[in-house]
């Protein structure tokens, strides 16, 4: 971490200085991209955080075995098949990318504190729903996310897409790190889960409060196409013209 930081610094620190400028066409705003990368954090970095304890959640608290209560446990990914692209449709039906994910987010952070009160006398099948039900809105979350970043900067979509992706890894680091330093059995459980609830709530804010709704969300026509299409318009006005003649 520390080597990166220096190499960050190295690399930036004429631009902070004010010695160096880029070029318009290369500048975006980077608190955009900084909510981002706060909305992988807590969407994708708590998936695999939450994929890599739930197993042992469900096998302490109800008492399964380790077989069943993995295959209970995969339940949680497995709804990765639709809910990240779900996200992603609703962020172009709803008609506005900003709101989406911000209600996603709070969803999110609501069914994580809900999942804080699970102990081993709920129905089990009601808990099974229950993390089925908050696994939907974490991962449509990532795919309102990625909804988003190609919108900030069209010319550096990879480089923008590459920055918010590598974080949902520092939010598994972190959310994995906090775990194990809880105590063991349900009191931890229930203080991890309650940790990620109120970091969802606190993201899904900055998210109403800070996001911008990327401008052209919902053009026809991507960044550079306008040129082809205003030349093919005259062209496609003439063979209309012929057809009529």
């Known amino acids: 971490y520390l080597f990166q930081a220096y190499n960050c610094w190295v690399v930036n620190k004429d631009l902070l200085a004010g010695r160096k400028r880029y070029a318009p066409e290369d500048r975006f705003n980077f608190s955009q991209v900084a909510i981002l990368e706060l909305t992988y954090i807590v969407n994708f970095g708590s998936e695999l955080a939450v994929v890599s304890m739930l197993p042992a959640f469900f096998e302490g608290t109800f008492g ?7 295959m209970i446990a995969a339940s949680y990914a497995f709804m990765n098949l639709m809910s990240r692209p779900g996200g992603g449709l609703i962020s172009d039906k709803l008609g506005s990318r900003k709101m989406t994910m911000a ?8 069914g994580y504190l809900i999942m804080s009160k699970v102990t081993g ?8 729903m229950l993390t089925m039900s908050c696994s939907f809105f974490v991962q449509a979350g990532e795919g309102s996310t990625f909804a988003i970043v190609p919108l900030v900067k069209r010319r550096i979509t990879g480089q923008v897409a590459g920055n918010v992706g ?3 890894n520092v939010g598994a680091v972190a959310y994995l790190t906090i775990f194990s330093l809880l105590p063991a059995g349900d009191v931890g459980n229930r203080i991890f889960f309650q940790v990620l609830g109120v970091a969802s709530l606190v993201v899904a804010f900055l998210c109403f409060l800070v996001l911008k709704e990327p401008k052209g969300s919902f053009a026809e026509l991507h960044e550079g196409e306008e040129q082809y299409a205003t030349a093919a ?8 013209g012929d057809l009529m003649n």
């Open 64 to 70: 399964l075995s380790k077989q069943a209560a993995g």
């Open 103 to 110: 209600i996603l987010t709070f969803c999110m952070g609501i």
């Open 121 to 128: 006398g709920w129905w089990l099948p009601g808990a099974v």
């Open 166 to 168: 590598a974080y949902g």
């Open 233 to 240: 318009s005259p062209a496609a006005a003439m063979e209309t």
